[in-house]
């Protein structure tokens, strides 16, 4: 029997519909959109209180969760109830970005595709100030889930030595995340030397665990504390968001003494949706527990500028990497860019047997509306007169090719 064409949702006084309610979005899952609908509604205070009233960029899955998503900044066609706010970036450009107030926007931004809530680190009312300080905790590929908790401990205590609370939650993918509330007082700029200084002190504190290196190559098998998420561009997965995973995973808000006990498998939609109406929203105090950003600003102070790469010899001012990088390709999709390394450790496989599982580096790249990947292979692990010379790329995938802007 075909799915019905659409249905209507009675929400915060709104009429809300959803089309293709029956469609099945986390087949594993046995997730339909309806269901998905349902679950935020369920979420709907712990979700807004990290996404409401902040512009947002919609990240829509219009293709299914093994497609890669379009990232659409400008709202489209909108009900009453979906308030705006027009953002001004580094580049030029403006874009009018849809800001949640209610359990009817939650519903009707699922209905376009969106699984997950990517708002900004600003409120609607002052577009310029953050109000939020954002950790993001990445791992490097073979770090256990065992030093990520132990690098977000480090990461509380130096937030409680500068005055400011942590509130972790689980990104819903491989890391962490670890927000604190500050006064809307300081600019982008300052936010970001901020939470940059906050990684180097954490990586000071321990070394070998985390690292505030921005280059991946340089990491190693450590803990990346991403203070580039509190640049102006930066949107990150708020709490109660659906990850694009099989299980459909949730980001979800801990209590620090669940840290430790909690694994992020555990928190799926129906689990955090019982969760939720169990307990409440761990995170429900965020709101009151405002803080400044003096006493991190004056430890960058005292640090200093952080290290600069070297610059290239060809003129072009561009970073020179200190590691013996390769590049295997450029491609449109992750399951290309796996293809592709596979292919290149097959032709290479007494190099690829020498390689730490840091040394492959697949990233994903922003284009103009979506993902694209980059695969590199960092040599440091494989003796210099062994190390295979740059090649011609396995796919060479150009984001930009038939595209042009004014000026």
């Known amino acids: 029997m075909a799915g019905r064409a659409e249905t209507f949702l009675e929400i915060d006084g709104a009429e809300v519909r959803v089309s293709h309610p029956d469609k099945v979005v986390f087949p594993q899952a046995g997730l339909t959109k309806l269901g998905l609908v349902e679950y935020y509604l369920g979420v709907a205070d712990g979700a807004l209180r990290g996404a409401g009233g902040r512009p947002m960029v919609l990240k829509r899955f219009v293709k299914g969760i093994d497609a890669e998503p379009f990232f659409q900044k400008r709202v489209p066609e909108h009900p009453d109830y979906i308030g705006t706010a027009v953002l001004r970036y580094a580049s030029g450009n403006s874009a009018e970005e849809a800001v949640l107030t209610d359990a009817a926007g939650l519903a009707w931004i699922v209905n376009l595709g969106c699984l997950d809530l990517n708002p900004h680190a600003v409120r609607a009312a002052d577009l310029e100030h953050p109000d939020e300080l954002r950790v993001d905790l990445d791992p490097m590929p073979g770090v256990e889930w065992s030093q990520i908790v132990d690098t977000a401990f480090v990461v509380r205590e130096v937030l409680d030595d500068c005055g400011l609370v942590g509130w972790p939650k689980t990104s819903g993918s491989r890391g962490m995340h670890i927000l604190a509330r500050i006064r809307p007082e300081w600019d982008f700029a300052a936010v970001r030397l901020a939470a940059e200084t906050l990684a180097r002190e954490v ?184 190390r295979p010379a740059q090649e011609p790329l396995l796919a060479d995938y150009d984001p930009w090719a038939g595209k042009s802007w004014q000026g």
């Open 203 to 386: 990586e000071a504190r321990a070394p070998g665990l985390a690292t505030a290196r921005w280059w991946k190559e340089e990491r190693g098998e450590s803990v990346f504390v991403d203070f580039n998420q509190n640049a102006k561009d930066r949107t990150v997965a708020s709490a109660y968001s659906v990850r694009p995973l099989p299980d459909a995973r949730v980001s979800t808000p801990l209590a620090w003494d669940e840290v430790r006990l909690r694994r992020p498998e555990e928190f799926t939609v129906p689990t955090v949706r019982a969760r939720f109406a169990e307990i409440g929203d761990p995170h429900q105090g965020i709101d009151d527990a405002v803080g400044s950003l003096s006493a991190l600003l004056a430890l960058a102070e005292k640090l200093g500028p952080a290290e600069k790469p070297p610059r290239g010899s060809d003129g072009s001012g561009r970073r020179a990497s200190t590691m013996p990088l390769i590049e295997i390709a450029r491609t449109k999709t992750k399951p290309e860019a796996l293809a592709a390394l596979e292919q290149w450790r097959e032709t290479h496989a007494s190099v690829a047997s020498m390689l730490h599982p840091a040394d492959v580096l697949i990233d994903g790249m922003r284009g103009s509306s979506s993902l694209w990947y980059r695969v590199r292979v960092n040599l440091q692990h494989v003796p210099e007169d062994q």
